[in-house]
């Protein structure tokens, strides 16, 4: 498989879940993969197990997305190691769930940081590389949460909301330099993030799924690898969802 052959990828939030799926499909189609996470422990983990599923160059970094110094720090050693960067994925996400009357503004101020503000940091930080080169994919971790909203998530939703709304804009902004800008809204992926939900609320929610079934990490890579690939080239400013029906 060599979709990606020769291009150079940023994932966020890459050391587990959706964003190590993505790394790991990514490294098997031949792109140059570089993956960013919080802890060092498991970027360093998760290098290592990429390294041994794929001969292609993987590279990692400890870096919070929110943290603009840091993350325009890397992305200027990424360009000057390997002279471009051609896809990114923003999907670094957290979620703090409670009911919005008692919702805590730190709880508020945290999803709306990681999940909006890092997006946007990221993004600005490739855009005018990206714009220059005349060519770039930029991929956003949204959530059918954000189309649908959600009791006890409204922090979250917002966040996700906001992203296919930036999703957008960016795509309008950046469509005529060649750089298509969409997002990804997963339903409900078997991940650690939804591991923390009680059996009750996960069988209230398969109840909700047509296909009766969570979704895998691997579903949303496969349609995260083909955003990214040439065979998208004239798809832009979309938010695709993949949720086993659960909307439509
Ligand atoms: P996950 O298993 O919790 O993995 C998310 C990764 O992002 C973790 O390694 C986390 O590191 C990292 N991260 C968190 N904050 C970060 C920051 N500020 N800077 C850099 N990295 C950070 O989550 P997931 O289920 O794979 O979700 C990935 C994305 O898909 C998220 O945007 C999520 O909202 C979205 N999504 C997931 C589902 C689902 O059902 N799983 C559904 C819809 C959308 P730490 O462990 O250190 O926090």
Not at 61 to 69: I, Q, R
Not at 103 to 122: E, H, P, Q, Y
Not at 130 to 138: A, D, N, S, T, W
């Amino acid at each position: 498989m060599s979709h990606l052959k020769d291009k150079v990828a940023i994932i966020t939030g890459a050391a587990r879940g959706i964003g190590f799926s993505i790394a790991e499909l990514f490294a098997k189609a031949e792109a140059t993969v570089i993956i960013l996470d919080i802890s060092t422990e498991l970027i360093n983990a998760a290098v290592e197990k990429l390294e041994s599923v794929s001969s292609t160059t993987i590279c990692g970094f400890s870096a919070d997305v929110t943290d603009e110094d840091r993350i325009g720090e890397i992305f200027k050693q990424i360009i000057q190691q390997y002279g471009k960067i051609d896809i990114l994925i923003n999907n670094a996400g957290i979620t703090k769930d409670g009911l919005l009357m008692k919702m805590k503004i730190s709880d508020w101020d945290a999803v709306l940081n990681v999940n909006l503000k890092g997006t946007f940091i990221c993004t600005q930080k490739v855009s005018r590389l990206m714009l220059k080169q005349r060519h770039g994919v930029i991929i956003n971790m949204a959530s059918i949460i954000g189309i649908m909203g959600n009791a006890g998530q409204a922090n979250y939703a917002a966040s996700k909301g906001g992203i296919i709304a930036f999703t957008k804009s960016a795509a309008k902004e950046f469509a005529s330099r060649n750089v298509r800008v969409n997002a990804i809204a997963p339903g409900f992926i078997k991940t650690d993030m939804t591991a923390a939900l009680s059996d009750e609320i996960m069988a209230k929610y398969s109840d909700l799924i047509p296909m009766k079934r969570m979704g895998n990490p691997e579903d949303v890579a496969n349609l995260c690898l083909f955003l990214a690939s040439d065979s998208a080239s004239y798809i832009t400013g979309q938010t695709i969802t993949i949720d086993g029906g659960m909307y439509m």
